[in-house]
Structure formats: C-alpha cells, structure tokens
C-alpha cells in the first residue's frame, strides 16, 4: 500500500484533475513538504490542492503552511482564521475560493449562493476542487 500522500496524489492525478503540469508539480511539493506534519488532514490536502491552482494562491498557502511547520502546530486553527480574514479581504469572486478552502478547513459542504456573481474561470476552479474533494475523502 502506498502512504497517504502518494495516494491523494495518484487519485487526483488518474482522473485527471489537475489543470496542467504546474498544478501537479506544486500539488505534489506541497504534499512532499507538508503530509507529514502532524496538522496534516483531508482539509488541508483540499485546501493544497485548491491553492496549487496558480502560483499566487500558492505562495499564500506555501507561506502559511511555513509558519506553522516552525509554530509546531498541530491543528489549522490559526490557518482557519487567516482564511477567514483572506475571504473577507476580497471583493470579487475570489471570496467564493476563500470560503471553499475555510469550508475544506471545517469538513463542512460548500455551495455557492445562487446570486453569487461568479465568472466562468472561477466556478470552473471551484467544481474542480470540488470533484477532487471527493475522492480525497473516499480514502481512509
């Protein structure tokens, strides 16, 4: 049997749920460098996948995820929070991805509001992430 993080990563990437090539390449090193971090959870490895999507959202994520690693957290409490104040903080359809990686955060569904003003490109990111939510919680 493979370890945890080899499989979140074969799942996602034998469906075919990754974007392109960087979105697996910086998939994968957040697995590598974080899976084995005792805050490590289903959430968190939704939440990687979802900010592998670009390199902004990546390097908020990579920086957080280096702050708790040197804190010795153990939980995403504070990371909780941060996402918190990040969703709050934008004023587009980027506050929809925000509460998707805070719901990813609290094991919680997620659906948009139906007047959510949202462009193709972001609810394209969103049903991704969801779809890959899925199968990351079918493994135990």
């Known amino acids: 049997m493979t370890n ?6 074969s799942i996602l990437d034998n469906r075919n749920l990754f974007e392109d090539s960087g979105h697996r390449t910086r998939f994968k090193e957040l ?21 592998a999507w670009d390199d902004e959202h990546f390097c908020i994520l ?7 690693s040197l804190g010795r957290d ?6 909780r929070i941060k996402g918190e104040a990040l969703a ?5 359809a ?3 991805v925000y509460q998707l990686s805070n719901a990813f955060l609290d094991n919680a569904p997620f659906r948009l509001p139906e007047d959510a003003d ?3 490109k972001i609810s394209h990111i969103i049903s991704r992430a969801l779809a890959a939510a899925e199968l990351i919680d079918q493994y135990d």
């Open 62 to 68: 990579l920086e957080i995820l280096t702050d708790m």
């Open 4 to 9: 945890k993080k080899e499989h979140y990563f």
């Open 31 to 51: 697995l590598d460098c974080y899976a084995d971090f005792p805050f490590f959870t289903k959430g968190l490895c939704k939440c990687m996948y979802l900010s």
């Open 118 to 120: 949202v462009p193709p």
């Open 94 to 96: 980027q506050y929809y």
């Open 88 to 92: 709050e903080e934008q004023c587009d």
């Open 74 to 79: 153990t939980n995403t409490r504070e990371m």
